[in-house]
DNA sequence: TTGACAAATGCAACTTAGTTGCATAAAATC
DNA sequence: GATTTTATGCAACTAAGTTGCATTTGTCAA
């Protein structure tokens, strides 16, 4: 696939290469706006999924009823303070035994899985 | 808190239990519409949300955009069918050994948490 | 270095999911 | 059967995301 390296799309995805948890639309046209780029909606929609399609980035759900987006790394896992909303990563491959479990109990063949934690982060807790 | 045994409540709650996967609240209108029940999505919506805060449903994400129910029942996770969107259930408490070590490593107590499997059913397969 | 072509953008209008305020209706309780 | 509480319906609205289409901008090869 040719991508082309346009100011939206470098000015988007530098913004989710620095953020330290995933992003909503809302916080990305915030940044374009400060860096005074002007950029429509769409073309952030359309950006974010290309840069998915492509590997780059991943789309997350957190139950908001919208997506999130953070720059693709090892796999790894969040923990969803419901508190403060902050969301922390987790790493760990817990459930490669279980995935095999799953295969031959069911007959089905997982290609991936989504485990979010949720609840109180060290601060909250005090 | 008070529920009442509403027409449109009970009719909603009697589908939830019948479903075999969680759905999504245009089948709901599907089939209250096939009941010949005339409701508004505005009730349908308020009476999800009651059922949910009682702990009689459960509201859940798979990556649509938009929110599924199910009936409560035991702590389970679901298989999603990425070819032919089939949500199976699974049992299985996989989780408290790793959620004992993120308590002690992370300082994040946790509440809950969201496990879900993608990839292919048994029929998809072949 | 320029011209051609594919890819990206912007705009307006639209869709889909879900929400709010308020007046009315229906259950439950007395 | 009257009262109180909870539920419903309507209309209008918001928020998230999408589509079609005309225009612009990168890229690459000549």
Known sequence: MN????QARSAIYDFLIRSSSPVDVNQIIGFLR?????????????????????????????GEGKFRYEFK??????????NCGKIEDV???YLSEIERKIKSENGFLIK???????????????
Do not use: P, Q
């Open 112 to 126: 991936s899985h989504v485990l979010e934690f949720y609840g109180l982060c060290r601060n909250c807790r005090s």
């Open 3 to 6: 991508l082309k390296n346009t």
């Open 73 to 82: 790394k090892n796999h790894h896992h969040h923990l969803i303070c419901t």
């Open 91 to 93: 790493s760990g491959e």
């Open 34 to 62: 400060s860096k005074k780029l002007n950029t429509n909606k769409v073309t952030i929609y359309r950006n974010l999924d290309t840069l998915c399609k492509n590997g780059l980035l991943e789309k997350l759900e957190f």
